[in-house]
């Protein structure tokens, strides 16, 4: 049996598409075709896609948003999964009882990983419970957020800081539920990143709170977000990692900022044009796809502007956005 009918098998009459362009499931709205592509709705479906890789013996990849991912122009080979599901409950609430009458102070939420990042915070400030509201606007699912432990920074804030138990798959496809440690958490960085599991459900704790002063704080956020990053465009957002604070001391960067983007613009990138692709005017690490950019385009860049900080300032900057595929 060929490739297509093992997984068509597998995952159902007319859910697998050949060759489907991936441009269009990424906010750079760059990317050539999956070999095979699906889209999985719920958690057990996502299990299936991934055995279904599996005993068809070629690569699985997942996407949440595509808000972080550069795909390469020639495309990835193998099953590409992408993930819409969106489940949200509130798995236990905790507290005690006084006088008769129960106060919850906390409860553990559960996302399947698929869910919009936005769905999440929505749902957390209704419901009254914190942790998670200063990251309204942050575009992308759960699942990304892990992988890259996104963050916000007015104050600093990483979407692990409440991770409480996060449910992955196993390679024979079973679920093994770890706590947050178990993601060594850093700066843009999990132990996702090394072992490319899949996470199919992540578990927050999250305390009690006023809904109107959460709302409030999620809508600071959002207007701080207007006026710093440019909106509207197609973009994976921030294109490298900040350097490290002892880095930006050696350098002498002014008041000791760690930012990529100020180093950027120090040598003379911002705004710069290859093909389609170009460094905003407005924030200098963001790369936006004017219209019919290339990977190549935003590769070009990005290879340049490592060369030229490497040069300027003796420091590596490291991409925060994910290239998938072949980029020789
Ligand atoms: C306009 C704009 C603004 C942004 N602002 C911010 C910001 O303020 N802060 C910030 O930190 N980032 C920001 N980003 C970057 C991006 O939104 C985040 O990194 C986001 O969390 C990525 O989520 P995603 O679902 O789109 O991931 P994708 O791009 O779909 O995937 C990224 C990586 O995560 C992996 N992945 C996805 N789901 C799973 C899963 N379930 N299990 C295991 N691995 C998985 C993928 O395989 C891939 O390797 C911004 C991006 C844009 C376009």
């Not at 297509?4 to 441009?23: I, N």
């Not at 057990?44 to 699985?60: C, S």
Request: hydrophobic share 40%.
């Amino acid at each position: 049996m060929d490739t297509y009918s093992l997984l068509t098998q597998d995952l159902g009459e007319g859910r697998v598409k050949r060759q489907e362009g991936l441009a269009r499931y990424t906010t750079f709205k760059i990317g050539g075709p999956a070999e095979f592509f699906y889209v999985a709705q719920s958690v057990e479906e996502l299990t299936k896609a991934f055995l279904a890789a599996k005993k068809a013996g070629i690569k699985f990849w997942l996407l949440g948003g595509g808000t972080n991912t550069l795909i390469s122009d020639s495309g990835l080979p193998g099953l590409v999964v992408k993930n819409e599901t969106r489940g949200i409950k509130i798995v236990r609430q905790l507290g005690q009882v006084k006088n008769g009458k129960s106060a919850v102070r906390q409860a553990l939420v559960e996302a399947d990983t698929g869910a919009l990042i936005n769905q999440l915070v929505r749902f957390t400030c209704d419901q009254g419970f914190s942790g998670l509201e200063m990251h309204l606007g942050l575009p992308g699912t759960v699942g990304g957020a892990l992988f890259m432990n996104s963050k916000w920074t007015h104050p600093t804030a990483y979407v692990g800081d409440v991770l409480y138990q996060a449910k992955i798959l196993t390679p024979e496809g079973t679920i093994k539920l770890v706590n947050k440690d178990y993601f060594n958490f850093g700066y843009d960085q999990s132990i996702l990143q090394k072992t490319r599991e899949t996470v199919v459900a992540a578990i927050f704790l999250l305390n009690k709170a006023d809904p109107e002063k959460l709302w409030v704080r999620a809508h600071e956020s959002m207007e701080y977000r207007k006026q710093t990053q440019p909106m509207g465009i197609q973009t994976a957002g921030c294109t490298f990692r900040n350097i490290a604070p002892a880095q930006a001391l050696r350098i002498g960067t002014p008041n000791q900022t760690t930012s990529a983007g100020y180093l950027i613009d120090a040598t003379g990138l911002k705004g710069a044009i290859h093909g389609k692709a170009h460094f905003s005017d407005q924030h200098a690490n963001f790369i936006i796809n004017q219209g019919g950019a290339t990977a190549r385009d935003v590769k070009w860049l990005i290879d340049e502007a490592k060369a030229r900080v490497q040069e300027k300032f003796k420091v590596t900057i490291e991409p925060e956005i994910v290239l998938l595929g072949k980029f020789n």
